[in-house]
T-cell receptor
Framework: GAVVSQHPSRVICKSGTSVKIECRSL??????MFWYRQFPKQSLMLMAT?????????EQGVEKDKFLINHASLTLSTLTVTSAHPEDSSFYIC????????????FGSGTQLSVL | AQTVTQSQPEMSVQEAETVTLSCTYD???????LFWYKQPPSRQMILVIR??????QNATENRFSVNFQKAAKSFSLKISDSQLGDAAMYFC?????????FGEGTQLTVNP
């Protein structure tokens, strides 16, 4: 089946630094990718929708200058958390949409970000 | 805006028994999809079952089945012959287009 690879799985960084998370669709082209944030024991909250070759669409309350999203190719989207602070510590998950007759969504395995 | 509500934060079931997880949603659209996702401790999101709103027949996948009541905007998940590996957080989700809205989740415990 289709696979979405997300890296890194875990990252620890110092406050004020930037962190990049990659999301790759391995065996299909993803025109649309989604980025979610999940706090412990809570649901997934959509942060932004990423379309290949165009600017990402951010959900209300998500700072686009802090969470930079780049979808430069049909198989890769990146989320960069700029000037990270401890409150940005969270679990980040991407998902990719496969097109075709039976459109499906596939999830990456997530990235646990810890900001010290 | 669409909302998804799961009123059971936690549920438990005995191994080999049946359990039903509840989900309600609110939407003004007529064409949409509903999903149940499972998130085990690994936190990998796993699709359990999917239902197209235009289909009246309830979806089934082996031991998993849904009771889809479109007029009531209800979408419950029934797990039959529960297994220890079914223990996880279960999320109900609504999709119009590709945008998913998740419920708060139900933590399912399976007792041996």
């Amino acid at each position: 089946g289709a696979v979405v690879s997300q890296h890194p799985s875990r990252v620890i960084c110092k406050s004020g630094t930037s962190v990049k998370i990659e999301c790759r669709s391995l065996d299909f082209q993803a025109t649309t990718m989604f980025w979610y944030r999940q706090f412990p024991k809570q649901s997934l909250m959509l942060m932004a929708t990423s379309n290949e070759g165009s600017k990402a669409t951010y959900e209300q309350g998500v700072e686009k200058d802090k969470f930079l999203i780049n979808h430069a190719s049909l198989t890769l989207s990146t989320l960069t958390v700029t000037s990270a602070h401890p409150e940005d510590s969270s679990f980040y998950i991407c998902s990719a949409r496969s097109g075709g007759l039976e459109e499906k969504l596939f999830f990456g395995s997530g990235t646990q970000l810890s900001v010290l | 805006a669409q909302t998804v509500t799961q009123s059971q934060p936690e549920m438990s079931v005995q191994e080999a028994e049946t359990v039903t997880l509840s989900c309600t949603y609110d939407t003004s659209e007529s064409d949409y999809y509903l999903f149940w996702y499972k998130q085990p401790p690994s936190r990998q999101m796993i699709l359990v079952i999917r239902q197209e709103a235009y289909k009246q027949q309830n979806a089934t996948e082996n031991r998993f089945s849904v009771n889809f009541q479109k007029a009531a905007k209800s979408f419950s998940l029934k797990i039959s012959d529960s297994q220890l590996g079914d223990a996880a957080m279960y999320f109900c989700a609504y999709a119009s287009g590709s945008r998913l809205t998740f419920g708060e989740g139900t933590q399912l415990t399976v007792n041996p």
